[in-house]
T-cell receptor, first 111, second 115 residues
Framework: QKEVEQDPGPLSVPEGAIVSLNCTYS??????FMWYRQYSRKGPELLMY????GNKEDGRFTAQVDKSSKYISLFIRDSQPSDSATYLC???????????FGTGTKLQVIP | NAGVMQNPRHLVRRRGQEARLRCSPM?????VYWYRQLPEEGLKFMVY????????ESGMPKERFSAEFPKEGPSILRIQQVVRGDSAAYFC?????????????FGDGTRLSIL
């Protein structure tokens, strides 16, 4: 079993839709949870970063962590064509432990 | 550009040749990480280095692959006697000296193609 599972998609939505992206993880030691956005032929770009359970909002983006069910979510409101990219969830336990990434979900927002 | 710089952006090698990938971390960052990304797969951790030290190489293949981060100059990921299966995008990330392995900032990668 992979430490972090993520549906690869692709996910196709109309412009203005609410997008829900999800990951599950297996290691209960994971404490820090991140979402990256990766455009084609580019490096991952940090979007959201949360510690432990709860919600964090930044503009149109909301990250949600439920440690009891080991479930990570990213919501995108009022989706735009410029949001079309691959979204990677990532997590680590803290200190100098390595970061583990999901495989990424490819999102396409259609104008 | 104060970001993580990787070069070359594209590298083509024939089977059996050596590939050298370079990474200059962000200014003030002393931790460097190398990841490999295969098509339709996520980022796979390879190695974590600080200046002149390898901290964690648990993701590195045991043979043909090596990495260094010298006191002066960029970090180098070296692949000897490349094979077709080494074709991938290789990303470098860096983080500040404090706070453990976070936050990590990524370069735009080197795309290695093996003929």
């Amino acid at each position: 079993q992979k430490e972090v599972e993520q549906d690869p998609g692709p996910l196709s939505v109309p412009e203005g839709a609410i997008v829900s992206l999800n990951c599950t993880y297996s290691n209960s030691a994971f404490q820090y949870f991140m979402w990256y956005r990766q455009y084609s032929r580019k490096g991952p770009e940090l979007l959201m970063y949360t510690y432990s359970s709860g919600n964090k909002e930044d503009g149109r983006f909301t990250a949600q962590v439920d440690k009891s069910s080991k479930y990570i979510s990213l919501f995108i409101r009022d989706s735009q064509p410029s949001d079309s990219a691959t979204y990677l969830c990532a997590t680590y336990s803290g200190g100098y432990q390595k970061v583990t990434f999901g495989t990424g979900t490819k999102l396409q927002v259609i104008p | 550009n104060a970001g993580v710089m990787q070069n070359p952006r594209h590298l083509v090698r024939r089977r059996g040749q050596e590939a050298r990938l370079r990474c200059s971390p962000m200014k003030g960052h002393s931790h460097v990480y190398w990841y490999r990304q295969l098509p339709e797969e996520g980022l796979k951790f390879m190695v974590y280095l600080q200046k002149e030290n390898i901290i964690d190489e648990s993701g590195m293949p045991k043979e043909r692959f090596s990495a260094e981060f010298p006191k002066e100059g960029p970090s180098i990921l070296r692949i000897q006697q490349v094979v077709r299966g080494d074709s991938a995008a290789y990303f470098c990330a860096s983080s500040p000296s404090k706070g453990g392995v976070w936050p990590q900032h990524f370069g735009d990668g080197t795309r290695l193609s093996i003929l």
